[in-house]
């Protein structure tokens, strides 16, 4: 966009502002959910309808909560990763509005990333 600095106030046209359209909305939760085999994760629902899934070894958890995590400030989802000795965890949480395709996208990255352990 050019800013024509001799005429005085702010002018543009729509085609300039390239408006767009973002995906909004919550989308469908079980996007999310159905991606965890149950080989692999354990999935619990609790009394509030909140969603918990773990894997196996425990070290990756995702929370849904529909309603908003309780203590905090609209989170809707929490993904976690517990890191190793040598290598701190993550965490990642999102707003009760995200979209779950946004949700799909980062816990696909994690699970494409993971890999069975070797054995001892």
């Known amino acids: 966009m050019t800013v024509d600095a001799a005429r005085p106030g702010f002018s543009t046209t729509v085609a300039e502002l390239r408006l767009r359209t973002w995906l909004l909305g919550r989308g469908q939760p079980m996007d999310v959910i159905d991606l ?35 203590g905090t400030d609209a989170e809707g989802w929490k993904l ?3 890191g190793t000795a040598d290598v701190p965890g993550y965490c990642v949480s999102f707003h009760r509005e995200t979209p779950a395709a946004v949700v799909v996208a980062a816990v696909d990255s994690v699970l494409a990333t993971s890999a069975p352990a070797a054995h001892w």
């Open 36 to 70: 965890f085999t149950d080989a692999d994760f354990k999935v619990v629902v609790d009394d509030r309808a909140d969603v918990h899934i773990n894997s196996r070894d425990g070290r990756l958890y995702l929370g849904f909560f529909p309603d908003g995590r309780p």
């Open 80 to 82: 976690a990763v517990t």
